[in-house]
Structures are given as C-alpha cells and as structure tokens.
C-alpha cells in the first residue's frame, strides 16, 4: 500500500515545472498547488502548455524538470492505487457506441472494484451515478445514438465512476451549444459540491473559467501570467484601461493600470505625432486578450498580473 503524505490543504503541488517535447520547452518554470475541494481552471490559448500540464499530473507525460505532488505521490511513479483516485474526463468517448449506456458504465466501474476502500466504496452505483448526471432517462440507450450534450455527460460520467478524489477535465465543452454548455457548468459545479472531489479543468474561455473556477491559472507559451481567484482577476485586471491611439499613421492599443499617467507620457513624448486618441475601461475579456497578447508579443517576460494572496 502507497504511502500518502499530502497534506489536508494541497491535492497538487508543482513547483518549477518544465517540459520539453524534443528540444522545444513548451513549460517554463510553472509553480502552483490546488487545495483540497478547489476547483482550478487552466486558461490559456491554443498551445499555450494546457495539456501538457495536465498530461505531467496525470503521469501520462515526462517533465524536464521540477516537483510534482499529486495526492501525495510523484505522477511519474504513480502506480494503480493511485490511478484509481483519478479521474479523466476525455474529449468524447466514442468507441463502444453499440454499448448501452448503463452496460458501459457498469463496465468501466467494475474495473474499480477492487480498489474499494471503508471509506469510499466503489464504483459509484450506477443508477446513482446516472441520476447524478442526468442520464437516467438515456440508461438503456446505446452510446451512439445519444445527442452531443448528453454525450459528455457520459464522459464525466466515466471520469467519474471510480468516485475519484480529484478529476481533470480537458476542455469539456468543445462543441456544445450555449444551453449545453450552462447545463454542463452546472454539472460541474454540482459533482465538485456532492463529490468533494478536487477538479482541474483546462479551457480557452474564460467565461467558462470565471462560472467554475475558483482559481485561475492563464497560461501563455508556457508561462503563468496571471493566478488568482475570478474576484482577484476581475479587480486586478479590469483595473486597466484600453488606451487607443495613432502614431504615424499606425494604430496603437495599450492595456495599462494608470491610462492618466500612460496618456501624459505618451503626448509629453510626441504630442503633434498623436491622433485618435481613445481611452476606455476594458471588460474582463478584453483585458485577458490583451493580456495573451502582449504576452505572446513579450515572447517571455511575465506580466504585471501576479496577484497577492491567491488562495492555494
Ligand atoms: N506530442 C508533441 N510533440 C511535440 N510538440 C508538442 C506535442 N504536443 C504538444 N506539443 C506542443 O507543445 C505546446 C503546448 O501544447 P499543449 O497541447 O499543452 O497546449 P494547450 O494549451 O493544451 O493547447 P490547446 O488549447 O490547443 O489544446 C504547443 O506548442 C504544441 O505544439
């Protein structure tokens, strides 16, 4: 029997994270750690190091460097015991699709069983675990012919049926029409209040992130740039300003914190050179692009965002 040393307050503990894939890094030195029960969300955009992240704790992917907790172990030595604490949530699950529901579920279960404990029996019943997800009323239909939406309520459903102690979810609604993706957040939210469970889920949006999260990470070519709680980022970020001007026939646009100061500067600079000189207080999403952007632009350097006193 593995041995458990996490402590009541982080389920993740990684500290200095890299990774390459050949000789690319595509993580740079990423530090975090997830309370027990919290639900992070990893936001970022295409490539930004998402998966690779999740891929290291889930031990599916070598890191290049660092340390890595999850659940007390080191993923890289992670054996079944501690498999069967974790749950994944893939994008959809598409073979099987002659398989009932019910008959797929009570599969994938049985492969739990012998990793029961006093304290957490599994599997989870099935009929609980349907009713759980809303899938009751599809129990007895076969996987194939179930709709997007209550596709991947399946697939939290088979993430979910070993009744792990922390869940990834990568990406989950990709595909999902605006109703599918509330009922989905909803179900989310639900599981992590009923489970208890610890959840990280990786996603480009960030209104996603803002409706589950209660910690988010952006990601940006590797890179954390800003971590905190959705308040934390709400009022640290959307304290900038967009500034908009044109210089020399080019257009300009600035995300600052002081747009008074930035605008002295800017005309104390080249007063006669500045036209079109706007200055509006950025949405939430305005602000994250223009985060990623200029991140993306910097190539490296971390922003300003770091945020005081997240909660770990
Ligand atoms: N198997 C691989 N071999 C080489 N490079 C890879 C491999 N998988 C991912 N990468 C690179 O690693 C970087 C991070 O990719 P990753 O999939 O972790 O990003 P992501 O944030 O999950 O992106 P997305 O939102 O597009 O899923 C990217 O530059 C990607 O091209």
């Known amino acids: 029997?593995?041995?458990?040393?996490?402590?009541?307050?982080?389920?993740?503990?990684?500290?200095?994270?890299?990774?390459?894939?050949?000789?690319?890094?595509?993580?740079?030195?990423?530090?975090?750690?997830?309370?027990?029960?919290?639900?992070?969300?990893?936001?970022?955009?295409?490539?930004?190091?998402?998966?690779?992240?999740?891929?290291?704790?889930?031990?599916?992917?070598?890191?290049?460097?660092?340390?890595?907790?999850?659940?007390?172990?080191?993923?890289?030595?992670?054996?079944?015991?501690?498999?069967?604490?974790?749950?994944?949530?893939?994008?959809?699950?598409?073979?099987?699709?002659?398989?009932?529901?019910?008959?797929?579920?009570?599969?994938?279960?049985s492969l739990y069983a012998a990793y029961s404990v006093p304290s957490i029996p599994r599997p989870w019943m099935v009929d609980d675990l349907l009713a759980a997800v809303g899938l009751t009323g599809q129990a007895e239909r076969p996987v194939g012919k179930l709709s997007g939406g209550q596709r991947?309520?399946?697939?939290?459903?088979?993430?979910?049926?070993?009744?792990?102690?922390?869940?990834?979810?990568?990406?989950?609604?990709?595909?999902?029409?605006?109703?599918?993706?509330?009922?989905?957040?909803?179900?989310?939210?639900?599981?992590?209040?009923?489970?208890?469970?610890?959840?990280?889920?990786?996603?480009?949006?960030l209104d996603e992130a803002e409706h589950l999260a209660d910690r988010i990470l952006i990601l940006v070519g590797g890179r954390i740039i800003a971590d905190g709680t959705s308040e934390q980022l709400a009022r640290q970020i959307v304290g900038h300003d967009e500034v908009r001007w044109v210089q020399d026939g080019a257009h300009h646009t600035r995300s600052v914190a002081d747009s008074t100061a930035f605008v002295r500067e800017l005309l104390r600079r080249d007063e006669s050179g500045v036209s079109e000189l706007d200055i509006r207080r950025a949405s939430l999403e305005e602000t994250y692009l223009t985060l990623v952007r200029e991140a993306e632009l910097a190539g490296t350097a971390p922003l300003e965002t770091e945020l005081e006193g997240a909660s770990r």
């Open 1 to 109: 029997m593995m041995t458990t040393t996490t402590n009541e307050r982080d389920v993740i503990e990684v500290e200095g994270l890299r990774m390459r894939y050949g000789s690319t890094d595509v993580l740079h030195d990423v530090s975090f750690g997830v309370r027990r029960g919290g639900v992070l969300a990893l936001l970022g955009p295409n490539g930004a190091g998402k998966t690779s992240t999740i891929e290291v704790l889930e031990g599916f992917r070598m890191r290049s460097a660092g340390r890595v907790d999850v659940l007390g172990v080191d993923p890289a030595r992670g054996d079944e015991q501690w498999r069967a604490r974790i749950g994944i949530v893939l994008q959809s699950w598409r073979d099987h699709a002659k398989w009932r529901v019910r008959e797929l579920l009570a599969y994938q279960g």
């Open 152 to 205: 991947r309520r399946l697939d939290v459903a088979i993430g979910l049926v070993g009744r792990p102690d922390l869940v990834f979810l990568d990406e989950p609604t990709t595909g999902l029409d605006p109703k599918a993706r509330r009922d989905f957040h909803g179900l989310v939210r639900q599981i992590s209040h009923e489970l208890g469970a610890t959840i990280v889920i990786t996603t480009h949006d």
